[in-house]
T-cell receptor, first 112, second 112 residues
Framework: NAGVTQTPKFQVLKTGQSMTLQCAQDMNHEYMSWYRQDPGMGLRLIHYSVGAGITDQGEVPNGYNVSRSTTEDFPLRLLSAAPSQTSVYFC???????????FGEGSRLTVL | KQEVTQIPAALSVPEGENLVLNCSFTDSAIYNLQWFRQDPGKGLTSLLLIQSSQREQTSGRLNASLDKSSGRSTLYIAASQPGDSATYLCAVQGGGADGLTFGKGTHLIIQP
């Protein structure tokens, strides 16, 4: 049982480049979410999804897009990377009812 | 807007001590509260989940309590060990379908 899997673990981009962070879970969880973690700011919610075909914005959605075509996958897209998006990104999932949240290992992104 | 505060921000104690980490939140209308552990460069690992109707949860040497009316939770670690060294994060789940609100964590060092 792999849990929540994120790829890549590390990525360096130049300003203006685009990329997709991948997230997959094998626990059949309805709810999936993306957070970013920055020093002194804690974890902040970017986007979340309560099921396939349904997404919504969190606290800091600007500059990021998401989609949820399957229950298992929830990719996060950066359309035009900016230095302010340098951060560690975490994907997390849980059952829809208020339950334990499971996190991936994180993706460390640097934008130059 | 929900705000979560963790005190202290950092703590260093000798091995074997019992210790208490504190978490407070401003809006008592929560579904649950979750304590996580984060090791350097790693993702978050769930330690304990307390539903809003519960007063405490225990797992091994860890005990977490919840006083929803006063907006407080404590994580009690008994007989601390060097392997307990990590950052401990508290997070609350509100009434909506969005994500958890996190505190900024307590960085714990257990001296051998």
């Amino acid at each position: 049982n792999a849990g929540v899997t994120q790829t890549p673990k590390f990525q360096v981009l130049k300003t203006g480049q685009s990329m997709t962070l991948q997230c997959a879970q094998d626990m059949n969880h309805e709810y999936m979410s993306w957070y970013r973690q920055d020093p002194g700011m804690g974890l902040r919610l970017i986007h979340y999804s309560v099921g396939a075909g349904i997404t919504d914005q969190g606290e800091v959605p600007n500059g990021y897009n998401v989609s949820r075509s399957t229950t298992e996958d929830f990719p996060l897209r950066l359309l035009s990377a900016a230095p302010s998006q340098t951060s560690v990104y975490f994907c997390a999932s849980r059952t829809f009812s208020a339950g334990e949240l499971f996190f991936g290992e994180g993706s460390r992104l640097t934008v130059l | 807007k929900q705000e979560v505060t963790q005190i202290p921000a950092a703590l260093s104690v000798p091995e074997g001590e019992n210790l208490v980490l504190n978490c407070s939140f401003t809006d008592s209308a929560i579904y649950n509260l979750q304590w996580f552990r984060q090791d350097p460069g790693k993702g978050l690992t769930s330690l304990l989940l307390i539903q809003s109707s519960q007063r405490e949860q225990t797992s091994g040497r860890l005990n977490a309590s919840l006083d929803k009316s006063s907006g407080r939770s404590t994580l009690y670690i008994a007989a601390s060990q060097p392997g307990d060294s990590a950052t401990y994060l508290c997070a609350v789940q509100g009434g909506g379908a969005d994500g958890l609100t996190f505190g900024k964590g307590t960085h714990l060092i257990i001296q051998p």
